[in-house]
T-cell receptor
Framework: EPEVTQTPSHQVTQMGQEVILRCVPI?????FYWYRQILGQKVEFLVSFYNNEISEKSEIFDDQFSVERPDGSNFTLKIRSTKLEDSAMYFC?????????????FGSGTRLTVV | DQQVKQNSPSLSVQEGRISILNCDYT??????FLWYKKYPAEGPTFLIS?????DKNEDGRFTVFLNKSAKHLSLHIVPSQPGDSAVYFCAASITTSGTYKYIFGTGTRLKVLA
């Protein structure tokens, strides 16, 4: 079964450093998303990406965040200068259609720890 | 701003019995709802969905009920199996708004006891 692949599974970084979280969405999917889950809290929408541009973003997705699809397969989330409160599980997702009638296919997540 | 609420953080059920997971929402504009299941160290996986034009959707052991007037949905798992032990999230969206996002609840941890 096709899956969304995320790397690394765990990233530890110093506060103020830049991190790039990588995702390989399902190949025939057109819509890409990043969500995050701070420990013990709900899964929160960060950004959606379609047709090589951001289609929607949340208030969390400020100037410190950016997304890119540098080639035909990867989809990356960059945090420019990490803060302690960025520590969370970051999930990439993709869908064939907008929102997906069957929701998204999520990756296994990258646990980001900012120290 | 908790538009989607799952008020029970955890639930324990005996194997073979019914599990009922509840979800309440505050935004009457939500018209599409999903349930996801999440195992530790994995991403959420889609379970079942329901559109607001329906009040019930069934898929095998899983049934979702939607009560629009009460702004409440529930997921029934019958019979419950130990492999169903996971965190269950409900999520909602407004399909007519052009939004791409789902609003998730905080999840309910289900433990099915053998």
């Amino acid at each position: 079964e096709p899956e969304v692949t995320q790397t690394p599974s765990h990233q530890v970084t110093q506060m103020g450093q830049e991190v790039i979280l990588r995702c390989v969405p399902i190949s025939n999917h057109l819509y890409f998303y990043w969500y995050r889950q701070i420990l013990g809290q709900k899964v929160e929408f960060l950004v959606s990406f379609y047709n090589n541009e951001i289609s929607e973003k949340s208030e969390i997705f400020d100037d410190q965040f950016s997304v890119e699809r540098p080639d035909g397969s990867n989809f990356t989330l960059k945090i420019r200068s990490t803060k302690l409160e960025d520590s969370a599980m970051y999930f990439c997702a993709s869908s064939e259609r907008m929102r997906g009638v069957y929701g998204y296919t999520f990756g296994s997540g990258t646990r980001l720890t900012v120290v | 701003d908790q538009q989607v609420k799952q008020n029970s953080p955890s639930l324990s059920v005996q194997e073979g019995r019914i599990s009922i997971l509840n979800c309440d929402y505050t935004n009457s504009m939500f018209d599409y709802f999903l349930w996801y299941k999440k195992y530790p160290a994995e991403g959420p996986t889609f379970l079942i969905s329901i559109s607001s034009i329906k009040d019930k959707n069934e898929d095998g052991r899983f049934t979702v009920f939607l009560n629009k007037s009460a702004k409440h949905l529930s997921l029934h798992i019958v019979p419950s199996q130990p492999g169903d032990s996971a965190v269950y999230f409900c999520a909602a969206s407004i399909t007519t708004s052009g939004t791409y996002k789902y609003i998730f609840g905080t999840g309910t941890r289900l433990k099915v006891l053998a």
